[in-house]
T-cell receptor, first 116, second 115 residues
Framework: DTEVTQTPKHLVMGMTNKKSLKCEQHMGHRAMYWYKQKAKKPPELMFVYSYEKLSINESVPSRFSPECPNSSLLNLHLHALQPEDSALYLC???????????????FGQGTRLTVV | LAKTTQPISMDSYEGQEVNITCSHNNIATNDYITWYQQFPSQGPRFIIQGYKTKVTNEVASLFIPADRKSSTLSLPRVSLSDTAVYYCLVGDTAYSGAGSYQLTFGKGTKLSVIP
């Protein structure tokens, strides 16, 4: 199984809503990532978990709250988002963090988020 | 900190070989070079990874000169389905958490294959 599964595929939420994005992998990877991607732009790193511990938070606003309940799951909790937060949210995993030998990242198909 | 530089876009006819070059002047000794392909509204997909000289797999080749300050992704005989954005990243397995540049995507190269 070389898949990273993200749910839901699409999400529309109001600015006062609370919602969560979910990501799951069963490849035994110990690094997991959240990226945000706006149209025609490269993926932008948000958070990195390494061995279930948050190792990087790229100055992401607190309305985005990551959680890694175990080595296979990664959540992104959303609260009080703004319309400019509408984007494709991508989850990825790799054997280890860092991008070195044999640590290529496997990406999910993303969640298309629209904030209204 | 910009880690990699690539051409913004390239056009190619079907059946031609396409070479996309990435500049990484500040590559560190332990860094590997990894290329990803991304189609619209999908997550990036790993293509190939290398450290030096030449690496080949079933979809592409990666050429890395001795100084490792650049790399070239070679796609043989492209088809319309190769139209995508291609990203090169450099990173190190000995990740200390001190910086996130290893995991940062540059602007990428948009390849358009023309019939």
């Amino acid at each position: 199984d070389t898949e990273v599964t993200q749910t839901p595929k699409h999400l529309v939420m109001g600015m006062t809503n609370k919602k969560s994005l979910k990501c799951e992998q069963h490849m035994g990877h110990r690094a997991m990532y959240w990226y945000k991607q706006k149209a025609k732009k490269p993926p932008e790193l948000m958070f990195v978990y390494s061995y279930e511990k948050l190792s990087i938070n790229e100055s992401v606003p607190s309305r985005f709250s990551p959680e890694c309940p175990n080595s296979s799951l990664l959540n992104l909790h959303l609260h009080a988002l703004q319309p400019e937060d509408s984007a494709l949210y991508l989850c990825a995993s790799s054997r280890k963090a860092g991008g070195g030998k044999n640590t290529e990242a496997f990406f999910g198909q993303g969640t298309r988020l629209t904030v209204v | 900190l910009a880690k990699t530089t690539q051409p913004i876009s390239m056009d190619s006819y079907e059946g031609q070989e396409v070479n996309i070059t990435c500049s990484h002047n500040n590559i560190a000794t332990n860094d590997y070079i990894t290329w990803y392909q991304q189609f619209p509204s999908q997550g990036p997909r790993f293509i190939i990874q290398g450290y030096k000289t030449k690496v080949t797999n079933e979809v592409a080749s990666l050429f890395i000169p001795a100084d490792r300050k650049s790399s070239t992704l070679s796609l043989p005989r492209v088809s319309l389905s190769d139209t995508a954005v291609y990203y090169c990243l450099v990173g190190d397995t000995a990740y200390s958490g001190a910086g996130s540049y290893q995991l940062t995507f540059g602007k990428g190269t948009k390849l358009s294959v023309i019939p």
